[in-house]
Each structure stands twice: as structure tokens, then as C-alpha cells.
């Protein structure tokens, strides 16, 4: 026979006021543990999908849309800007790489993101198996040549015009890279091909690219970013799919515009991921292109950090309802025992007359409410857990990342402690009462 | 003689709602010997259960001297004194006093336990074998009869062998046969064992049991 015996005799006499209390605990720890979880996880994933890409260019509109599109395969591209930016940035001292990304069509509801060959090298991203998919400026150049030559026939044709013939184009093959995520999910594997669908979202009724289909070539090794769920081709290929513009320009604007042979600036792209030389030079660079008429340049960390600062409200508003939830079940734990104190007087005067303590009889009552605070803690944190598992699949819907739900943090313990605490607060009301109990008016027969 | 239990000049008061001071007890003096077995009888009301608390140290007399196996209970720590009663005094209740939700080997470790007994519940369940509960040890009071719950309380006050036991009315709950046999049982263990035994009653067929009667108006 020991204290902690006759703590659980007391728990299981008041099973149901026991299990009540519990579970109320084990809500309040769940919700905690899922939110700080959930929030730190995402914190993580952005940060970590953000480390490299010092600073991305693209039309103007939203910087936060930009960074999302550009860095996160989230949101819509804001628009287009001229390659000829993309060759200006190369061609800048400040600038160590600038990726062009172009972005329109996805397979299964992963982005097919056209880049170069400089994607894997300019941010350390490592094969897991295959190659990296054959680039050369040359044809992304006749590329673009080639798609402004289905433009003019597309002009001429709803100008009533008889089509100019077009060139014959040497296409390099349509390769692809593809993420972990992707590889894990489509069960795609090297050397097997897919059809793109158009559009950033699948949909059963979205337009197939039957006609250029792409070979996979390599698989990235996980990253545990944004990366792992794009499939990455060669940019010359983006520009072979039908339909894929390279300017910017709506079918009205097109129809009054002459076709111009050797057009300086003769394709666009999404947005262009910017590292530099070194980070002093960073400003200055931001502010001529933000000064520019045709192109917006933001930071991706700064980006996040105002992103996670208005969604951190959310989660302060979440945390507080989870630490409230918390409080009314210390108070229902208090109120509990503190009513089953008029029935246990008889018990505790029978303890005290056996020879236990008033400090004996004070803790076993504290440690009651201790006990239903640490069960409830402990079922809230595998419970937390849980909720997270259970909320994978709508937060990758949502952001395309996942959260590892078995992965514990130090904050755990914390909001573990903090219960022990509460529990401790809670019992100590109805400890004080059980310590006053008179003894031998208790102990009297009642008729 | 040995004297076990000793009171010399002990009285008591309580205050009434109406605030008058009302003297409940008052023992001029009282002293019991080694195994020696006394009925303490007296009217309904008279203090009869005042005095077994004042001598359990569980409750504390307004004036007077008690000495329990010599020592003065009122002169500890009130933790000294709860350790000391669990030690040196056995409580037979009259309506036995068990815990609900405790089995009967349970509530008999229970007086161990606070008496820091550590002979992991040999005792105990010898005891409960000895008053012919043996095959009841991990029943529950509720699924005993009263006969039976009051020789689990036996068995708990003699648990940490005292040298005195208090027993308030023992038999006040139970009918004719099963008094007869707590009875015989609570006399012979504390007989076989030399135990101190200080019995409180108002019963006329209790008191025949006895060798010594005391009537409480001749203690003032």
C-alpha cells in the first residue's frame, strides 16, 4: 500500500468526474501540441524552401505572390517579364546566378516548372538517380522563335490571312526532373514519360499535351521543400506546348500587331530567382529593379516573415482558446474534487485516525489533481500528434508542405509541465479543505 | 503493574452554538495494565467516545496528563502524534470505518502503511486469516457483511501489534451472534498478545465479558 495507490482508489471512486476532467485536459494539451506543432513545422518547411533564393524578379504585383509562386510552387504566377531581364541579370557583376522559372501546366496537381540546367547547381539540389535534363540556350532561343511563329499563323488564320509557313525547328528532347514527393506519390520512375494538363490546378476538364510528352530523366533526392513536389523540365520544351505564349499580351492585342522577325526580346518568362555576389549588394539591386517600369524584385525571407506575422495572429488567437480550454478544465478539476470533498470527509477522518498526516492527506489530494493533469497532458500530447497525422493532408492541400507528426519538441515538455502546474494550482483549494477536516466529528456513526 | 494507559486530572470542554462552555469529560484518573481488559460503560452522551479521541491523540484535552506506553501524545508535533497513534493504538469503530474502494487486505495495510510498517503485508494477511477472513482478503466492504467488515476493522487495528486498542461500541452494529463472536474474537487476539484493551459500551451482555467495568461518573 503506498499514496500513489490510494491516489488512484480516489480517481476510480470518481470515474466519471476522473474521465471528464481528463479528457478536458487532454483537449486543451491536444490543441496545443497540434498548433505549436503545426506552426513551427511550417515555419520550418518555408524557412528551409527559402534558404537560397536571395531574392526573385518578376512582373509587377504582389512581392508575397511572387515569393509564393516563385519559391513555394503556391498562388498564381503575377504575370510575366521580358527575357531580355533574364540575360540583363546574367549579364550584372552583382549577380552569381539568375534561374528563369516558367510556370502553366502541372500533372496530377504537382507544377511542372520550366528552368536551365543552373537550377540544381545555383541551389545544391543533389540527384537521387538519373541525369539532369539536357538545356541549351541555342534552342530555348529557336524555341521561342518557333512559338512566335505559331503566333503569326495563329494571327494570320483569325485574320482570314493564309499562314506563312512556318521554319523547320530542331527540338531538343523534352526531358524532366522530378521531385521526391512527386516520385514518391505518381510513382513515376526514370524513364517513363508523362502528359502535362494545363493549368496550375488539376481539373478533369483541363486541355492535355498529348503531343509533347516528357521522358524523366533523373529524381531529386528529398529536400523536404517546395522542390520535392515540382517536376522540372527544360525551358525550351515549356515553349513547345501549344498555347504556351511567350509574350505577355492578350489574343485582341496580338490580332493589331504586326509579327517582327528578329525581335530583340523574343520570349518571357514567370520569374527569375536571383543569387548574388554578396548580400551588401542586394539593396541596390532591389531598388533599380523595383524603379524599373517592367519588373518587381522581392526578398523571399522578408516576404515570409510578414507572411508567418499575419498568420502568427491566428495561431495566438488559436493557442489562446487552447490555454482557455486548459484554465476551465484546471477550474473543473478544482470544482470536482472540491465537491467530493463533502463525501470524503468520512475517508479522509478514517486516514487521519489510522495515523496519516495532514500534510499526507494535503498532497494526496494535490497529487490527484497532478495526476489528472499529467494523464490528461500525456493523452493530449499522442492525441496532438494525431491531429497533426490527420491534418497532413489538408496542410499539403493547402501549402503543399507536410509536418512530420512524430517528431517531438522540447515545447512539449513545456505544455507537459505547464499542466502539472495547473494540476497542482487546481488540487489546492480542495486540499486546504481536506487538510481542515475535522477528525473526530467525522468519525461519528451516522444514522 | 505495567500501566499501558494513563490519564490523571483530564477534562474537556466544548463550546456550544449558543457559546456557553459545556464540560464533556473529566477523568480524575485512570490506569490500565499490560493485557489488561476493561469495559468502560456510562450513559449515551455521557463522553464515552470523547475520551477513547482523547486518548488517540485525536483529540486534545483542555487540561490533565495522558501517558500511552509512557509517553504524553498531547506534549508531540501533531505528525508526531498521528505517527505515534499509528503505532502504539489500535480503533475498533463501532460502524467499522472501512474504505469503500479498498479491499479488505487493503484497509488492513492501510494501518500499516501510516505506521510505516514494512513487513509487506504478511501480518496483515495473517491477521485477516486469524479472524476467518482468509479467503476474503480481496473482497470489497460492500460485498461483506457487517459481521465480516467489523473483523477487517480487528484485523486493522491490531496490525501494528499496540500496545492499546480502543474499541467504541464494536459490536453496536451488529446483531446478537455476530457480536458474540467479535467479541470473543477482538478478546482472545489481545489476550494472545498481550494488548491493552479499553472498550467502550452501554450493552448489559458486553459488559458481563469484562472482568473490569468502569462506569465513566466514577472516573470524575
Known amino acids: ?447 | 503493574m505495567n500501566a499501558i494507559l494513563e490519564l490523571r486530572g483530564v477534562h474537556k470542554s466544548f463550546r456550544e452554538a449558543d457559546g456557553n462552555l459545556i464540560e464533556v469529560i473529566r477523568v480524575k484518573q485512570l490506569a490500565l495494565g499490560t493485557g489488561e481488559q476493561t469495559a468502560l460503560v456510562g450513559q449515551s452522551g455521557s463522553g464515552k467516545s470523547t475520551l477513547l479521541n482523547l486518548i488517540a491523540g485525536i483529540l486534545l484535552p483542555d487540561g490533565g496528563e495522558i501517558l500511552v506506553n509512557g509517553t504524553n501524545p498531547t506534549q508531540l508535533s501533531e505528525a508526531a502524534r498521528d505517527r505515534f497513534r499509528a503505532a502504539n493504538i489500535g480503533y475498533v469503530f463501532q460502524s467499522f470505518n472501512l474504505l469503500q474502494g479498498f479491499t479488505a487486505l487493503e484497509n488492513v495495510l492501510l494501518g500499516q502503511m501510516f505506521a510505516g510498517g514494512t513487513n509487506g503485508g504478511d501480518r496483515a494477511v495473517k491477521l485477516l486469516e486469524i479472524v476467518g477472513l482468509g479467503k476474503r482478503l480481496h473482497h470489497k466492504p460492500r460485498a461483506m457483511s457487517v459481521g465480516e467488515q467489523q473483523r477487517v476493522a480487528i484485523a486493522r487495528a491490531l496490525v501494528n501489534a499496540p500496545p492499546l486498542v480502543l474499541a467504541d461500541e464494536p459490536t453496536g452494529s451488529l446483531d446478537a451472534k455476530n457480536s458474540e463472536a467479535v467479541l470473543e474474537l477482538l478478546q482472545q487476539i489481545c489476550a494472545d498478545n498481550k494488548h491493552t484493551l479499553l472498550l467502550v459500551t452501554h450493552d448489559a451482555a458486553v459488559m458481563k465479558r469484562f472482568d473490569k467495568v468502569i462506569q465513566l461518573e466514577e472516573l470524575r
Open chain 1, 1 to 447: 500500500m503506498n499514496l500513489l495507490k490510494i491516489i488512484l482508489k480516489n480517481m476510480r471512486q470518481r470515474a466519471l468526474a476522473t474521465t471528464l476532467t481528463t479528457i478536458s485536459v487532454a483537449l486543451a494539451v491536444a490543441l496545443t501540441v497540434a498548433i505549436l506543432h503545426i506552426k513551427h513545422g511550417m515555419e520550418n518547411r518555408f524557412e528551409q524552401s527559402a534558404i537560397g533564393y536571395e531574392m526573385v524578379v518578376g512582373a509587377k504585383g504582389s512581392p508575397l505572390q511572387l515569393v509564393l509562386n516563385t519559391v513555394f510552387n503556391l498562388d498564381i504566377s503575377p504575370g510575366n517579364i521580358p527575357w531580355s531581364l533574364v540575360e540583363k541579370l546574367r549579364e550584372d557583376r552583382r549577380v552569381k546566378a539568375a534561374v528563369p522559372f516558367s510556370v502553366g501546366d502541372n500533372y496530377h496537381g504537382f507544377r511542372i516548372i520550366g528552368t536551365t540546367d543552373q537550377f540544381g547547381e545555383a541551389f545544391g539540389y543533389k540527384l537521387a538517380e538519373g541525369r539532369w535534363f539536357n538545356f541549351s540556350e541555342a534552342a530555348l532561343r529557336d524555341a521561342f522563335i518557333e512559338a512566335n511563329e505559331h503566333a503569326h499563323e495563329r494571327i494570320a488564320e483569325e485574320r482570314g490571312e493564309t499562314p506563312p509557313k512556318p521554319a523547320e525547328h530542331h527540338h531538343e528532347a523534352s526531358e524532366a526532373v522530378i521531385g521526391a514527393t512527386v516520385a514518391e506519390q505518381t510513382g513515376l520512375r526514370v524513364g517513363q514519360t508523362f502528359i502535362a494538363a494545363h493549368g496550375l490546378e488539376p481539373s478533369p476538364n483541363a486541355e492535355q499535351h498529348t503531343d509533347n510528352p516528357w521522358t524523366i530523366v533523373g529524381i531529386l533526392a528529398p529536400t523536404h521543400t517546395a522542390v520535392d513536389r515540382g517536376l522540372y523540365i527544360n525551358l525550351d520544351s515549356f515553349y513547345h506546348i501549344e498555347g504556351h505564349e511567350v509574350r505577355d499580351k492578350s489574343k485582341a492585342e496580338a490580332k493589331k500587331e504586326e509579327p517582327k522577325d528578329n525581335d530583340p526580346d523574343p520570349g518571357q518568362v514567370s520569374s527569375v530567382a536571383v543569387k548574388l555576389r554578396s548580400p551588401i549588394l542586394a539593396l541596390t539591386l532591389y531598388r533599380e529593379i523595383n524603379d524599373s517600369d517592367n519588373a518587381m524584385a522581392a526578398f523571399p525571407a522578408v516576404e515570409i516573415r510578414k507572411l508567418f506575422s499575419i498568420v502568427g495572429n491566428i495561431d495566438h488567437i488559436l493557442l489562446a482558446q487552447a490555454i482557455l480550454i486548459g484554465i476551465v478544465a484546471g477550474v473543473a478539476i478544482a470544482v470536482s474534487i472540491y465537491n467530493s470533498m463533502s463525501e470524503r470527509r468520512r475517508e479522509i477522518a478514517i486516514l487521519r485516525a489510522l495515523g496519516a498526516r495532514r500534510g499526507t492527506i494535503f498532497a494526496v489530494v494535490v497529487l490527484e489533481a497532478v495526476s489528472i493533469c499529467a494523464i490528461g497532458a500525456v493523452a493530449g500530447v499522442i492525441g496532438g500528434h494525431i491531429i497533426v497525422f490527420l491534418a497532413n493532408a489538408a496542410l499539403q492541400r493547402v501549402s503543399g508542405f507536410t509536418v512530420s507528426a512524430f517528431e517531438f519538441q522540447t515545447v512539449e515538455l513545456i505544455v507537459v509541465a505547464g499542466c502539472i502546474i495547473l494540476g497542482a494550482l487546481a488540487g489546492l483549494g480542495p486540499a486546504a479543505r481536506a487538510y481542515r477536516t475535522e477528525v473526530a466529528k467525522n468519525l461519528a456513526p451516522t444514522s
